[in-house]
């Protein structure tokens, strides 16, 4: 049985601070995305990471896959109130296998 | 259509009435996953299509849940005689495929139907 942990569960900063979230399994991944989920809405794709050590940009967030392909990181610079949402963490253990959500964090950001 | 669509967006029910959310996913895509996300929470996965047959229902909650897919497109998720713990977010998801490499299996959800039970 899989263990995926993100943390933190939840995080309220002030506009403009860095921040960074977490996702921990006690297995290894095969690959693993990262969905942000607005109210409201159903969860949106962020990115895909497939190699151990990969680190993705997407503008102002920054993505790395862990070299042991057991955790990932999603560090967010300069931090906007639109960055507001629930980040999932999304992990797929086998190339054959569905992908398992995380309970995810929830941000906040305060103007 | 362009995107996942479902429908009701709001479902509100009396306790041990039957409920059908329908899902209808995007164009081609042969995969197509239903979940749960109660408020403030996660989402909790419940059964997965691919095409009309569905190889996970590890998911589902109970015998009073049910999921079907026709013609490798539309799925209708029929809970029965509802219960106040039932309500939630259902959401729906459709991806090219179930698995395999990258760029074809990621995701798209729907909106959701908000479902209450009073």
């Known amino acids: 049985t899989q263990l995926l942990e993100q943390s933190p569960q939840f995080l309220s900063i002030q506009e403009g601070e860095n921040l960074t979230v977490y996702c921990n399994s006690s297995s290894v991944f095969s690959s693993l995305q990262w969905y942000r989920q607005e109210p409201g809405e159903g969860p949106v794709l962020l990115v895909t990471v497939v190699t151990g050590g990969e680190v993705k940009k997407l503008k102002r967030l920054t993505f790395q896959f862990g070299d042991a392909r057991k955790d990932s990181s999603l560090h967010i610079t300069a931090a906007q109130p639109g960055d507001t949402g629930l980040y999932l963490c999304a992990p797929r253990y086998s190339s054959a296998s569905k992908i398992i959500f995380g309970s995810g964090t929830r941000l906040s950001i305060r103007p | 259509g362009a995107g996942v669509s479902q429908s009701p967006s709001n479902k509100v029910t009396e306790k041990g009435k039957d409920v059908e959310l329908r899902c209808d996913p995007i164009?081609?895509?042969?995969?197509l996953y239903w979940y749960r996300q109660s408020l403030g929470q996660g989402l909790e996965f419940l059964i997965y299509?691919?095409?009309?047959?569905?190889?996970?229902k590890s998911g589902l909650p109970s015998d009073r849940f049910s999921a079907e897919r026709t013609g490798g497109s539309v799925s209708t998720l029929t809970i029965q005689r509802t219960q106040q713990e039932d309500s939630a977010v259902y959401l729906c998801a459709s991806s090219l495929l179930a698995s395999g490499l990258a760029g074809s299996y990621e995701q798209y959800f729907g909106p959701g139907t908000r479902l209450t039970v009073t």
């Open positions: 299509f691919q095409g009309n047959s569905a190889p996970d």
């Open positions: 164009s081609g895509h042969t995969a």
